[in-house]
């Protein structure tokens, strides 16, 4: 369940591993803050550390439970931060969204993943830069903010570029329906929406300084973080009218390739229309028929046959339906 645990005095991190209660001690000494990873616990294994950190009821229950909507949330002193995390897989076409709560006060930050959120590299990362790990847990906040919103913008990449593929099938000579694809690509954008657009609002309630965990040092950090949201968040609303364009394009197309189908079947059917009539006027055994007895009535009648065939044919090529 502990992934790591470790406490930070003046941007460097202590040497050594922590239990629980240690890591509870040196959370409230003060001059440090301690930052706890866990994965995917369970009610039982979360208990200690939610009294060891007095964590509020509600946060605990929505930590333990995941599936929330991102948001931001003051309990007493501890700030709760729900994010979303996302990854494209490209092979697949598909967004993989987990989750990550976050438990920020002055002394600790314990972090709770679900999914695929591995926040390994943003520890590492952060502990490279004394200088701004010094102002305690809410640049730890800040570093996760900014690896999810990252990886928010390298996910959008990845659906542009399937987007743009999508849009050339449809226009291009080649009879393929792409319809599949683009509804499973709007139902994946619709998660990447729902994901991202909720946070936006959290995030500004932060830089607006309505939260004292952040110092206002930070401020201008997690308004880059905002400015990077709110440019994936028009990408999305961009990604959305592109695919519902494609979508009207596409069936605008299969429209256009049936008319087509219909007036060459049509043409077709004309002019076969004319050797199936004359063979089944002269199959009809009368005694009396035109150019019965007559030596060259069969290859005149094949010669009529072909001849109105012929202009058939040319007339509907001219109308463009063959």
Same mark, same amino acid.
Request: charged share 30%; glycine share 6%; with cysteine.
């Given at each position: ?123 590492? +990362?952060?502990?490279? $830069? ?7 847990? /809410?640049? %730890? @906040?800040? =570093?996760? !903010?900014?690896? *999810? ?81 709110? +440019?994936?968040?028009? $990408? ?7 695919? /519902?364009? %494609? @979508?009207? =394009?596409? !069936?605008?197309? *299969? ?68």
């Amino acid at each position: 369940m502990i992934v790591d645990c470790a406490v930070y005095e003046q941007g460097h991190r202590r040497d050594g591993r922590l239990t629980i209660d240690e890591a509870g001690r040196a959370s409230r000494e003060g001059e440090a803050f301690v930052w706890l990873g866990l994965l995917e616990p369970t009610e039982e294994e979360f208990e200690s550390i939610a009294r060891q950190f007095d964590l509020h009821e509600l946060a605990v229950e929505d930590a333990i439970k995941a599936h929330q909507r991102p948001k931001v949330e003051l309990y007493d002193d501890t700030l709760f931060v729900v994010l979303k995390t996302a990854r494209y897989v490209d092979s697949e076409e598909v967004i993989e969204i987990g989750e990550v709560m976050l438990f920020v006060h002055p002394g600790f930050i314990v972090t709770v993943r679900h999914g695929e959120a591995d926040l390994a590299a943003v520890r590492a +990362r952060i502990e490279g $830069r004394p200088d701004l790990l010094c102002h305690g847990s /809410g640049m %730890a @906040l800040y =570093a996760i !903010l900014d690896h *999810v919103v990252d990886g928010y913008e390298v996910t959008a990449q990845g659906v542009d570029d399937d987007i743009q593929e999508v849009e050339r099938q449809v226009f291009s000579e080649e009879r393929v329906n792409p319809v599949e694809r683009i509804y499973k690509l709007e139902r994946e954008v619709l998660d990447f929406h729902a994901a991202v657009s909720p946070l936006e609002p959290a995030v500004d309630a932060i830089v607006r300084g309505h939260y004292e965990v952040v110092p206002d040092e930070l401020r201008e950090y997690f308004r880059d973080v905002h400015d990077h949201l709110r +440019r994936v968040s028009r $990408r999305i609303g961009d990604f959305r009218e592109l695919l /519902g364009s %494609a @979508l009207h =394009a596409n !069936l605008t197309q *299969v429209s256009v390739r049936q008319n087509e189908d219909m007036r060459k079947i049509s043409a077709w059917v004309a002019i076969l229309a004319v050797p199936t009539m004359v063979a089944g006027l002269y199959g009809m055994n009368f005694e009396h028929m035109p150019e019965l007895k007559w030596r060259f009535g069969y290859p005149a009648v094949l010669v009529l046959i072909a001849v109105i065939c012929a202009v058939l044919y040319r007339r509907f090529k001219r109308a463009g339906w063959l």
